[in-house]
């Protein structure tokens, strides 16, 4: 994929894109594999792709829902190593323009995207939970756009709204999208825990990624691009803290970044929630290789426009400005980069020189670097990044 700060945003459809394919992974490493890995970490070395992917069982990660059917394998039994589980399908309602506007369903978030200058947006509910009446800022953030402004707003099961832009704005959209209420449908699920070199985390169909979300006129909006690994960014999502339904959420950012921001896929390969979860973000092939390719080599994600390639973005569900992360986030994260770092052989604390591979535009930052340390922006929260020494001591 390109460099370019972002993708020129495509116009926010009122539905789910198209159906098309599911994808479906190759199987996982079986429990001798992870039995084997363990001497290469206790060593110290490099890992090799397939010690990084180790898992729990020898069962394959499962597959999304086929996007056709609404079922886990269109044929009314899991496969073989899976189960099937049903998540709510996510609904969205496009407005364009400023002004009040109305959803058919109580929404779960707003995703707000407008051209021309930046500051001055703002969002309010006339019902639900979200402070009904109240105008709230649409600044900060963790997603940056090239031209204009961007926010994803939790909306409190709303279903009326008002959005207001800067003076001089234009090409101002909404999208009201619920992930909590809409129709189930069934995902194959991994039977056995998925492991990243003893690190848990739910692979996509888990947390119910739709994988028609990756496509645009029968096409994947942004395809797999890889290169090798030099960099980890870390970010807050800056949605709401104490999220009762963490995997809603996800599904939410996905919807946000894969078709209101037109990226084709969730911006980060990992997010962590406030218990510790690790879920798989990016999609990164039919592999069992959660972020990498057989070869070890990073897909291209989202997170940090303009030094995407080769930089892997982990979000921490949350607003982390004024408070930390929960002890179980945190002891994820360093869990996770810590054999990230140990699979390719970074220091942790070390300052390097990011290298772009698709324009060669370089950047002085540490290996373990907040989103801010690449962008103007507040991501990961102040709290966070004042965290981020003692993360980079702790994952070495």
């Known amino acids: 994929?390109?460099?370019?700060?972002?993708?020129?945003?495509?116009?926010?459809?009122?539905?789910?894109?198209?159906?098309?394919?599911?994808?479906?992974?190759?199987?996982?490493?079986?429990?001798?594999?992870?039995?084997?890995?363990?001497?290469?970490?206790?060593?110290?070395?490099?890992?090799?792709?397939?010690?990084?992917?180790?898992?729990?069982?020898?069962?394959?990660?499962?597959?999304?829902?086929?996007?056709?059917?609404?079922?886990?394998?269109?044929?009314?039994a899991s496969p073989s190593g899976t189960k099937t589980e049903s998540f709510p399908a996510t609904r969205t309602d496009a407005a364009t323009g400023v002004g009040p506007a109305t959803a058919a369903f109580a929404a779960s978030y707003v995703g707000v995207r407008w051209s021309g200058v930046r500051a001055g947006a703002g969002i309010r509910f006339a019902d639900g939970d979200a402070s009904p009446g109240a105008w709230q800022p649409l600044s900060g953030g963790c997603a940056t756009v090239e031209d204009g402004g961007t926010a994803l707003v939790?909306?409190?099961?709303?279903t009326e709204y008002e959005v207001k832009a800067p003076a001089g704005a234009s090409d101002v959209r909404s999208l009201a999208i619920d992930t909590a209420h809409g129709p189930a449908r069934g995902f194959d699920v991994p039977s056995e825990p998925t492991r990243v070199r003893g690190v848990p985390y739910l692979p996509r169909p888990a947390w119910g990624a739709d994988e028609s979300k990756r496509y645009k006129d029968g096409k994947v909006n942004s395809p797999e691009q890889y290169y090798p690994l030099q960099a980890i960014t870390v970010h807050h999502t800056d949605t709401p803290n104490d999220d009762p339904d963490p995997a809603a959420t996800v599904r939410g950012i996905y919807e946000y970044h894969a078709v209101t921001l037109d990226w084709g896929d969730?911006?980060?390969?990992?997010?962590?929630?406030?218990?510790?979860?690790?879920?798989?973000?990016?999609?990164?092939?039919?592999?069992?290789?959660?972020?990498?390719?057989?070869?070890?080599?990073?897909?291209?994600?989202f997170h940090t426009a303009g030094y995407n390639s080769g930089n892997l973005g982990i979000a921490l569900l949350g607003t982390l400005t004024d408070r930390p992360p929960t002890d179980a986030a945190k002891k994820s994260l360093i869990r996770l980069i810590k054999v990230i770092a140990r699979f390719k052989g970074l220091d942790p604390q070390a300052r390097i020189t990011f290298v772009n591979p698709v324009n060669g535009v370089t950047k002085g930052v540490s290996t373990v670097s907040g989103h801010r340390d690449w962008l103007d922006t507040e991501c990961p929260g102040q709290t966070m990044y004042d965290l981020l020494d003692k993360v980079r001591a702790s994952a070495r």
Do not use: C, Q
Not at 154 to 158: D, F
Not at 293 to 299: H, I, K, M, R, Y
């Open 154 to 158: 939790a909306a409190g099961a709303a």
């Open 266 to 301: 969730v911006g980060y390969h990992f997010l962590i929630d406030e218990a510790g979860t690790v879920y798989e973000g990016r999609y990164s092939g039919d592999d069992a290789l959660p972020a990498f390719d057989p070869d070890g080599d990073l897909v291209t994600a």
């Open 1 to 76: 994929m390109s460099e370019s700060p972002t993708p020129t945003p495509a116009p926010l459809p009122a539905s789910t894109p198209a159906s098309a394919p599911a994808h479906r992974r190759k199987p996982s490493l079986s429990r001798r594999g992870v039995i084997g890995a363990a001497g290469a970490v206790a060593a110290g070395a490099a890992l090799t792709p397939a010690v990084f992917a180790a898992t729990d069982t020898g069962t394959g990660t499962g597959s999304g829902a086929d996007p056709g059917s609404g079922s886990g394998s269109g044929s009314g």
